[in-house]
């Protein structure tokens, strides 16, 4: 089974399952998990049916309390909460990556794709949606195809945020605002491509 993707309480319920049935030898029941969690019984009952839905737990039998299994084959997705790594310059390049933190947006990400976040500072993307103080999700990369959003690292090792081309031997960086010019270089390193953009309202 193709790995499922999978909610932060979804993934903090089954991991008190998977504990509790490799300690106990039988699966928990709905209020055990609940007080292992420090939730109300409903809030485990909904989550449950939706793991149910998706494919990661089964039941043997209805109405048996212990019933439910973690279905054979099945992978759920358990992707590390994201480090936003710094700010990204989308505008002048600046120094890429400063203290990180850290953001749970695993249900946004691909399964088993390593990711990021950076904090974007400049309006040099604002043509595609990409405004001062959003966070774009990046994907650890070391390539990118024609036309992709990347985190390029130039050669004075200040990164900025553009639209990459390959022009032949050299790399054109192009900025998303009408104001701008694009950027060409001999050499860049690719630190990642964009897969989306969150703003804070």
Not at 31 to 53: D, P, S, Y
Request: charged share 30%.
């Amino acid at each position: 089974m193709n790995s499922v993707p999978l909610t932060r309480r979804q993934r903090d319920i089954l991991d008190v399952f998977e504990r509790y049935t490799r300690e106990n030898g039988i699966s928990p029941t709905l209020e055990e998990i609940a007080t292992a969690l420090g939730v109300n019984k409903v809030t485990v009952f909904g989550h449950v049916a939706e793991l149910e839905r998706k494919g990661v737990l089964t039941r043997a039998a209805r109405g048996v309390s212990r019933s439910l299994q973690l279905r054979e084959g099945a992978s759920p997705s358990r992707s590390a909460p994201l480090r936003i790594l710094g700010s990204i310059a989308a505008g002048a390049p600046i120094e890429a990556l400063e203290e990180p933190e850290v953001l749970d947006l695993s249900e946004l990400t691909p399964p088993g794709a390593e990711c990021y976040a950076l904090r974007v500072r400049g309006d040099s993307m604002i043509d595609d949606g990409i405004h001062d103080g959003d966070l774009v999700l990046v994907e650890r990369r070391t390539t990118a195809h024609n036309g992709e959003i990347v985190v390029a690292v130039l050669p004075d090792e200040n990164a900025t945020l553009k639209r990459f081309y390959r022009d032949g031997t050299r790399y054109r960086l192009v900025p998303a605002n009408a104001s701008l010019e694009p950027r060409v270089v001999e050499s860049l390193e690719i630190r990642g491509v964009v897969l989306g953009v969150l703003r804070r309202y």
